[in-house]
């Protein structure tokens, strides 16, 4: 159980285009679903906290109408890069708790991720 | 605020050798502490997590970590490295009240030679 996917796994795509980055929890509903970016060689970086039915959460630096996220329905979220450039790529993680889990002792669970390079 | 330092970004172990990957933490209220396995090119899989209780964890695949409040630390060991282990391990910290929000170290990256 607690099984999270991404989709794409790998995209590229041209500078100036938009991509966006499917986060789906596939046997339990989340009701919050995060985002983290991860540089080569460097650690999680979380970009924003996604909870359904209200706006995203984003840490500070990270340009919430460069990076859109939707959180339509329990199960789905979405990273939209806007206007992508040679400077966004990176490993893109998402990753879900469980409707039920609302402490942080409650374990999240992440999806595989995804590879974006920008050209 | 919490922070996570992981000591060397790099570690070497012969198979069968003991694994020590070393985690300290900064944090103003108690903490919630995770260790994180991720294998090249996938996502994140929990290893073990400390809440409360007991300060002796055990995980899967014989991972353990001791939480040590004294020294705030929270190191991941292993007594026999196996070729399968070769992955990038990270630790994380979180607090209650944040949602869950995780705070990683910059990982360690173990290598395991025959």
């Known amino acids: 159980g607690a099984v999270v996917s991404q989709h794409p796994s790998r995209v590229i795509c041209k500078s100036g285009t938009s991509v966006k980055i499917e986060c789906r929890s596939l046997d339990f509903q989340a009701t919050t679903m995060f985002w983290y970016r991860q540089f080569p060689k460097k650690s999680l970086m979380l970009m924003a906290t996604?909870?359904?039915?209200?706006?995203?959460?984003?840490e500070q630096g990270v340009e919430k109408d460069k990076f859109l996220i939707n959180h339509a329905s329990l199960t789905l979220s979405t990273l939209t890069v806007t206007s992508a450039h040679p400077e966004d790529s990176s490993f893109y993680i998402c990753s879900a708790r469980n409707l039920y889990q609302t402490s942080s002792t409650d374990t999240q669970y992440f999806g595989p991720g995804t590879r974006l390079t920008v050209l | 605020a919490q922070s996570v330092t992981q000591l060397g970004s790099h570690v070497s172990v012969s198979e069968g050798a003991l694994v020590l990957l070393r985690c300290n933490y900064s944090?103003?209220?108690?903490?919630?502490l995770f260790w994180y396995v991720q294998y090249p090119n996938q996502g994140l899989q929990l290893l073990l997590k400390y809440t409360t209780g007991a300060t002796l964890v055990k995980g899967i695949n014989g991972f353990e970590a001791e939480f040590k409040k004294s020294e705030t630390s929270f190191h991941l060991t292993k007594p026999s490295a196996h070729m399968s282990d070769a992955a990038e391990y990270f630790c994380a910290v979180s607090v209650e009240g944040s949602q869950g929000n995780l705070i990683f170290g910059k990982g360690t990256k173990l290598s395991v030679k025959p």
């Open positions: 996604s909870n359904e039915g209200s706006k995203a959460t984003y």
């Open positions: 944090s103003s209220v108690p903490p919630y």
